[in-house]
């Protein structure tokens, strides 16, 4: 690359590692609503979004970034696999009288794909924390909803590794 170029002719550079783990817990949180909404196995929803998510570029929606293909894997499959103890969980954190089927299905989605990465105890529960609050603003940029999701998410944590708080 020389330095005249510029725009359109310069070199997008990589994403990194932190990028590429904040798209796969995006993506996840997507994948988990999709699978709801369109009745879809989860083995299905993900070769979907490995084909049309990771790393492609179109010119109606610009360029995804590259996801971290482990981390999304483990999130969806754990957030599927033990869904009920999630649900669960996340039942414990809401209000009284509000279950986790009385939640717009978009936060149910990311509590899911939260609880997940939560469950596989990959990451300090902290990070998940923070983390899947900006996957909620991307969502709900206007909204109350990312300060709810700090809440009910903190109270998980706290239920999974409450040494680590």
Do not use: C
């Not at 103890?85 to 794909?113: E, Y």
């Amino acid at each position: 690359m020389t330095s005249n170029d510029t725009g359109e002719n310069a070199r997008l550079k990589p994403p990194t590692k932190r990028e590429m783990k904040s798209a796969a817990r995006l993506y996840a949180t997507q994948a988990l609503f999709q699978m709801e909404a369109a009745d879809m196995t989860v083995d299905k929803v993900r070769r979907q979004f490995y084909d049309h998510f990771f790393g492609l570029e179109t010119e109606e929606e610009g360029t995804f970034i590259d996801g971290d293909s482990d981390l999304f894997h483990e999130i969806t499959e754990i957030a599927v696999n033990d869904q009920a103890k999630i649900d669960q969980m996340t039942d414990r954190a809401l209000v009284a009288k509000w279950p986790i089927a009385r939640i717009d299905s978009t936060l149910r989605a990311l509590f899911r794909a939260a609880g997940g990465e939560l469950l596989s105890g990959r990451t300090p529960p902290k990070v998940v924390i923070v983390e899947f609050v900006d996957v909620a603003k991307a969502f709900y940029p206007d909204g109350r909803e990312p300060k709810f999701v700090n809440a009910v998410l903190d109270h998980m944590a706290r239920e999974v590794k409450p040494e680590a708080f």
